[in-house]
């Protein structure tokens, strides 16, 4: 009883709605997730409406689509704004939250399109929009490689080939295999459960300190760069002022071409191998059997 | 560094992973069935390059790109297996081939409750004669049984010295 009465005003603080910033407007400070969590819960309402309003009935599914622009338009307004502009800069500060924002949505959107889209190629379609926007955050976060990586391997190579395997299998009619979905209530629930506790688990406050690099290998990257003789800037230390720090967000193609080929290098090895049994597994197993083998 | 941006990142990662996992749970089409899964790791590779962001190294996006490899190992072996399953037979219905599970297994969730306790059944006998309850034994009949009753050793004897 005790303990109760100590946790009741915790609890009230955790759920007070005055506390939601959606609803006050101010900014975000450890109140984060209560938003997102009307979000997702939202959200999850949202595809269950479309996905059963896609085939049933026109006005469920329009309800569905408003109901994820309105999950939307929470998302947007929890997200906290940057209050105070540098001096320098303040148009592009100001503009790249909104186009990340942008390309959020859109991501966000194009899944949604994926999973609900009873025709394949509008889901592959979606799927395609999903994954190209996911490479617009990619390189908004300075992952310039990865981001042409992915969309060379996922929007180029995997997408053509999922649609080539498509219309090689697919019949004028829709067939009942992509009308109809295996429990989607449950699934949504399964979903909504994950992506709450991840928000929780996200949303914890501290400071994540920068990790030094292994400097006892000779040829690793840090040792690499603390040479004295090196064109390439210092290897960071723990320590370093933020503004010191700041030079250090990993943004260089080359740093990480370095960082794959001498810190890496075995797993970049194993990495090549498994491509090559994985081709060799493929055209293995694609081939046409022959006469008499079932 | 902007704590909160990247903390907006990881959740849309987990965002990302949702969806896939819902396309992955419904979809019974084989092939939406692995874009879903690429979609599950195009978030995990997202969250993997937030990551080194905030760390401020590269490993995060080394990481990164072997789960790229590894996708599209998946991928190729995914589409080898279901242009090998489409040969046998003309369609993409996981459900074509439920019988690679256990086949004693009921074919829809719903009858999973019904598997859970198992009712005993017996084998059953076709009733034979008349039930000696309803029908007791006439009282003549009792006394010409008792009768053979009490000559029965003598003929057992003469059996047993027979043999």
Known sequence: ?294 | MNHFDSQNLLIFGGVLFAIGLIGFLTRRSMILMFLSLETMLSGVSLNLIVFSKIHQNYQGQVLAIMVLTIAACEAAIALAFVVSLYRRKPTLDVLAWDELSETIMPKMPDALSDMSEPHEQYPTLTPAGLDPLSHPMPPSLDAAMNQQNSTTPANATEVVQRA
């Not at chain 1, 999850?44 to 999950?71: D, E, T």
């Open chain 1, 1 to 294: 009883m005790e303990s109760l009465t100590l946790a009741w005003p915790l609890a009230q603080q955790a759920f007070d709605p005055s506390n939601l910033p959606l609803v006050t407007g101010s900014p975000i400070d450890g109140h984060f997730s209560n938003a997102m969590l009307l979000v997702i819960v939202v959200g999850a309402v949202a595809y269950w409406c479309l996905q059963r309003g896609v085939v049933r009935s026109k006005p469920l599914a329009i309800a569905g689509a408003s109901l994820f622009g309105l999950a939307c338009v929470m998302a947007f307004s929890a997200i906290p704004k940057p209050t105070t502009f540098p001096a320098e800069n303040s148009f592009s500060d100001y503009l790249e939250p909104v186009v990340k924002m942008c390309f959020c949505l859109l991501a966000a959107g194009g899944g949604l399109g994926f999973i609900v889209a009873r025709e394949p190629v509008h889901a592959a379609l979606g799927f395609a929009t999903c994954v190209l926007s996911t490479c617009g955050i990619l390189f908004m976060q300075h992952a310039y490689f990865i981001a042409a990586a992915t969309m060379i391997v996922y929007a180029g190579a995997t997408i053509i080939i999922f649609l080539f395997v498509l219309m090689f299998a697919q019949q004028t009619k829709l067939r009942i295999y992509d009308v109809e979905l295996t429990r989607p209530a449950v699934a949504a629930f399964i979903a909504t459960a994950l992506l709450i506790t991840i928000t929780y688990s996200v949303s914890d406050e501290g400071e994540i300190l920068p990790t030094k690099m292994d400097l006892t290998r000779s040829r690793s990257l840090a040792a690499i760069s603390n040479d004295p003789e090196s064109v390439l800037p210092p290897a960071m230390q723990p320590g370093m002022s933020p503004s010191e720090s700041a030079k250090f967000v990993p943004s260089k193609t080359s740093g990480l071409g370095r960082a794959m080929y001498t810190d890496y290098l075995l797993a970049i090895e194993l990495a090549g191998t498994v491509l090559l049994v994985a081709t060799i597994g493929a055209i293995a197993l694609a081939q046409k059997p022959e006469e008499g083998v079932s």
